[in-house]
């Protein structure tokens, strides 16, 4: 059974950092690309960041670009997220999704999501 | 705003066919990219429905079925039920620019 399970969400104050990982489990970790996915209270789904399988090739979100960065550890089969220099507009949930294909393909599982406040 | 647009809401009774529509443009669907669905159940998290080629996950009913036209897409459920109440996305791939992935706004779809 596939599973991604997220972790590191929290309230941080803006400005402030945090890192995001997601474990994942039941499939060939290292084949797959990894994106994250957030979504605000109440709003619809935005992507954020990819990451292919090797972790040599990255692509990120304007609206991240410069304080965002994705990457992952295939020996430990881990997803992860460093959040710098958060604003208030980077509250959601973020959600952890593999890509089994490429570009086109769809992103086949989800995990449950880790929620980051970003508050005074 | 969403590169995708998707009406806000739908509705209708259980056992009716809905259909719910998601408009794109020339630098994504109109380019070919497949355009995929996922489903929302009141407070869990997002999972795929449907992907663009009319493939379901398992354990998802052929009542649920996608079709591509120009720069539209629409996901189709006929015999409506009680548990399809949920809010649903559409996704497919931009080429402006540098590229990216690009999602509806979501449609919630009320059961009566």
């Known amino acids: 059974e596939v599973q991604l399970v997220e972790s590191g969400g929290g309230l941080v104050q803006p400005g402030g950092s945090l890192r995001l990982s997601c474990a994942a489990s039941g499939f060939t970790f290292s084949s797959y690309w990894m994106h994250w996915v957030r979504q605000a209270p109440g709003k619809g789904l935005v992507w954020v960041s990819r990451?292919?399988?090797?972790?040599?090739?990255?692509h990120d979100a304007d609206s991240v670009k410069g304080r965002f960065t994705i990457s992952r550890d295939n020996a430990k089969n881990t997803l992860y997220l460093q959040m710098n220099s958060l604003k208030a507009e980077d509250t959601a949930v973020y959600y952890c999704v593999s890509q089994g294909g490429g570009y086109y393909d769809e992103f086949d599982y989800w995990g449950q999501g880790t929620l980051v406040t970003v508050s005074s | 705003q969403s590169v995708l647009t998707q009406p806000p809401s739908v509705s209708g009774a259980p056992g009716q066919r809905v259909t719910i529509s998601c408009t794109g443009s020339n630098s994504n669907i109109g380019t070919g990219h497949d355009v995929h669905w996922y489903q929302q159940l009141p407070g869990a998290a997002p999972k795929l429905l449907i992907n663009?080629?009319?493939n379901r996950p398992s354990g998802v009913p052929d009542r649920f079925s996608v079709s591509k036209s120009g720069t539209s897409a629409s996901l189709a459920i006929t015999g409506l039920q009680a548990d399809d109440e949920a809010d649903y996305y559409c996704q497919s791939y931009d080429t402006s620019l540098s590229g990216y992935w690009v999602f509806g706004g979501g449609t919630k779809l009320t059961v009566l």
């Open positions: 990451i292919n399988g090797d972790g040599g090739s990255t």
């Open positions: 663009g080629n009319n």
